[in-house]
């Protein structure tokens, strides 16, 4: 079975030939720098000049050698963040630092460091005032979405996988407050300053709404997932009460839901991290048809149970193998035996796609990521 045929046939809950296998189709599913040279040595695969899809979480692009071994069923359609943000690297002493195209500043330690992290922040108060004075981005302009629509055009004609892209230039219309003014203060001004945070989300909203109708004027009808990633969740639940997610958060996830459908028939892929179990109902009454990453060693999240109470109204993709805890630290048969596990739980009828837990993190042996993608591949068939 071809892998675009594959997809969609778990993506509408049906059995195909096989579980699909993504690694690397999303910011949310990829493996970090470190790692990723790593697994090609250990493969003997040569180790091509890296390109870097995400300078925040240190993702590079993969290369279609790597994909093809592992038997990675999609693609993506997005550019390197350097390309559609003007990310420019600078030293600054014991560390590397960048402005994101929000205004924020972020570094990375030289020695130690794995990630970038968010350390000042451009809206230094809860007001209206500073929300008039805040230079807000703007949407990739018209050259970037048409180089993207002719990749996605080329790779949809002239290969069968399942492709998968996104505009959402920033975190999630939660998370991306935090990235701006911090998240101790965007918590804070939820409670205290509601009338600042719902203008705050409303327009970003807009932003999100006017990236995505600009993209998918040109990508929409070639790919078959569209991704957005919003963390409203820990490792033991709600990061903040439901009720007010309900309120302030929810109605504006709906409102991006209903663009982006509007512009393309792509199944709609949600990524929160955490004990995300009670939240979704509201996002398959949104419109959301995939659920990522089913983080299975956070609270709630029992795979067989989730595939049970909610396996026909949303797709799982991820939950493959904890990489909290397994992938990291386990032997490889431990690795095997947790695939296996988790392939039992959510394969049945379709409606899972074979990734592991958020991306393959640094320190991670490729022992193990070649345990876990190899018995997936196999042991992932269904038998008809």
């Known amino acids: 079975m071809k892998p675009r045929d594959r997809v969609m046939q778990s993506l509408n809950h049906k059995?195909?030939?096989?579980?699909?296998?993504?690694?690397?189709?999303?910011?949310?599913?990829?493996?970090?720098?470190?790692?990723?040279?790593?697994?090609?040595?250990?493969?003997?695969?040569?180790v091509e000049e890296i390109k870097m899809l995400d300078y925040v979480q240190q993702l590079p692009y993969l290369d279609d050698g790597l994909l093809e071994r592992f038997g990675v069923d999609f693609r993506m359609v997005q550019l390197p963040s350097a390309t559609s943000s003007g990310v420019e690297i600078f030293d600054e002493g014991d560390y590397y630092a960048f402005f994101d195209r929000w205004g924020s500043k972020l570094h990375m330690p030289k020695t130690g460091g794995f990630y970038f992290d968010w350390v000042d922040f451009p809206i230094k108060e809860a007001t209206m005032e500073a929300l008039d004075a805040y230079h807000w981005p703007q949407p990739d302009p018209v050259e970037v979405n048409a180089q993207l629509g002719q990749l996605a055009k080329q790779l949809y004609e002239n290969s069968d996988y399942a492709l998968v892209g996104s505009a959402v230039i920033g975190g999630g219309i939660f998370e991306q407050p935090a990235r701006v003014m911090g998240l101790q203060n965007f918590l804070m001004a939820l409670i205290s300053e509601p009338a600042f945070a719902d203008r705050l989300m409303e327009t970003i909203t807009d932003i999100y709404i006017e990236s995505c109708n600009r993209y998918l004027d040109y990508v929409g009808p070639y790919i078959q997932v569209f991704t957005y990633w919003?963390?409203?969740?820990?490792?033991?639940?709600?990061?903040?009460?439901?009720?007010?997610?309900?309120?302030?958060?929810?109605?504006?996830?709906?409102?991006?839901?209903?663009?982006?459908?509007?512009?393309?028939?792509?199944?709609?892929?949600?990524?929160?991290?955490?004990?995300?179990?009670?939240?979704?109902?509201?996002?398959?009454?949104?419109?959301?048809d995939i659920l990522n990453p089913v983080q299975v060693s956070a609270k709630g999240m029992d795979t067989k149970e989730l595939k049970a109470q909610f396996g026909r109204d949303i797709v799982f993709w991820g939950g493959g193998v904890d990489t909290q805890h397994v992938l990291p630290f386990g032997k490889p048969q431990e690795v095997v035996d947790e695939v296996k596990r988790r392939i039992d739980d959510l394969a049945p009828g379709g409606g899972f796609v074979f990734a592991a837990v958020h991306n393959i993190q640094a320190l991670v042996p490729p022992e193990n990521i070649v345990a876990a993608f190899d018995t997936a591949l196999e042991y992932g068939k269904y038998r008809k």
């Open 15 to 46: 059995e195909p030939d096989r579980v699909p296998i993504d690694m690397g189709a999303t910011i949310v599913s990829s493996i970090v720098k470190k790692t990723y040279i790593e697994l090609k040595q250990h493969l003997g695969m040569p």
């Open 230 to 288: 919003d963390d409203v969740a820990g490792q033991n639940g709600w990061l903040i009460r439901p009720e007010l997610y309900r309120k302030l958060i929810k109605p504006k996830q709906k409102r991006l839901v209903e663009a982006i459908k509007k512009k393309t028939d792509a199944k709609l892929f949600y990524h929160s991290c955490g004990a995300t179990r009670d939240l979704i109902p509201d996002l398959i009454e949104i419109g959301f």
